[in-house]
C-alpha cells in the first residue's frame, strides 16, 4: 500500500523542510507500506485553475493532472501542517480544493508544528478533509504534535526528542491500520 507525505509549508526558510525530512527518514525504516514525499514547495501547484468544478474529475491544466496523478496513486496521506493564523496554509487548502476524488474514501493523519503543535490547523483540516470523504485520524494520541518553539536547537535546527520519535510511531501506526482496511473495502464505497 501506498502513503503520500504532504509537506505543507512553501515559505522560504520554511521549518516544513527539516520536519517532512525527519518524518520521511522515520517512515522509511517501515515495511508495512511503501512512502512518498510530496512537497507543496516543489510540485508548486498553481491556484486553483480549472474551469471545472474539481468533482466533476475533468482536468484541462497538466499541473492538474500530475498532481490527480501523484494522489491517486497514494492509499493513505500524513499531512506535515505548519500552522498559520490558527489555521492551515493556503498552500495545502489549495491543494486539496484542486482534486476530490483522488481523495475519496482515503485515511490522513497529521504531525502539526507550531506553538501549540499546529492544533488549530488540525482541527481545520479535520472538517476540510471530512468534506473530501477522507477520514481524519485526528482523536487524542493519533497524530504528532511539535512544540516548534522548544525544540530547536542553538542553530535553529529541529531535533526530535524520544517523545517525537514514539508519537510518529504510533501515528503511522494507526495510519497504516486505517490505510489497509480501506484499501481493501474502497472499491465497495464508491457508489
Ligand atoms: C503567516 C504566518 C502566520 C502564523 N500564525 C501562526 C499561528 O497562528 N500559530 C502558530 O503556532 N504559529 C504561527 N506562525 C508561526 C509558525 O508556526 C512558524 O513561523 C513556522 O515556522 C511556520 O512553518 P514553516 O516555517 O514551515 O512555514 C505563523 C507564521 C506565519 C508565517
Not at 486553483?48 to 496523478?69: F, I, N, R
Request: charged share 20%.
Amino acid at each position: 500500500m501506498n502513503i503520500g507525505i504532504i509537506v505543507a509549508s512553501t515559505r522560504p526558510n520554511r521549518f516544513g523542510g527539516q520536519i517532512g525530512d525527519w518524518v520521511m527518514n522515520e517512515a522509511k525504516k517501515r515495511s508495512a507500506a511503501h512512502y512518498t514525499l510530496l512537497d507543496l514547495m516543489e510540485i508548486n501547484l498553481p491556484f486553483l485553475d480549472e474551469p471545472k468544478l474539481p468533482a466533476q474529475g475533468d482536468y484541462e491544466h497538466e499541473s492538474t493532472k500530475q498532481w490527480a496523478k501523484m494522489i491517486g496513486d497514494q492509499d493513505g496521506f500524513l499531512i506535515v501542517t505548519c500552522e498559520y493564523n490558527h489555521s492551515a496554509p493556503g498552500s495545502l487548502k489549495n491543494a486539496l480544493d484542486t482534486l476530490f476524488h483522488e481523495w475519496q474514501n482515503k485515511p490522513v493523519s497529521f504531525v502539526g508544528y507550531g506553538a501549540m503543535g499546529g492544533t488549530r490547523a488540525i482541527e481545520d483540516l479535520t472538517r476540510i478533509t471530512t468534506n473530501l470523504d477522507m477520514i481524519p485520524q485526528n482523536s487524542s494520541g493519533k497524530g504528532t504534535h511539535i512544540m516548534l518553539f522548544q525544540n530547536l536547537d542553538e542553530n535553529g535546527k529541529f531535533s526530535a526528542n524520544a517523545h517525537h520519535v514514539a508519537s510518529l510511531a504510533k501515528t503511522l501506526d494507526n495510519l497504516e491500520k486505517w490505510t489497509s482496511i480501506l484499501k481493501e473495502v474502497r472499491p465497495k464505497l464508491y457508489t
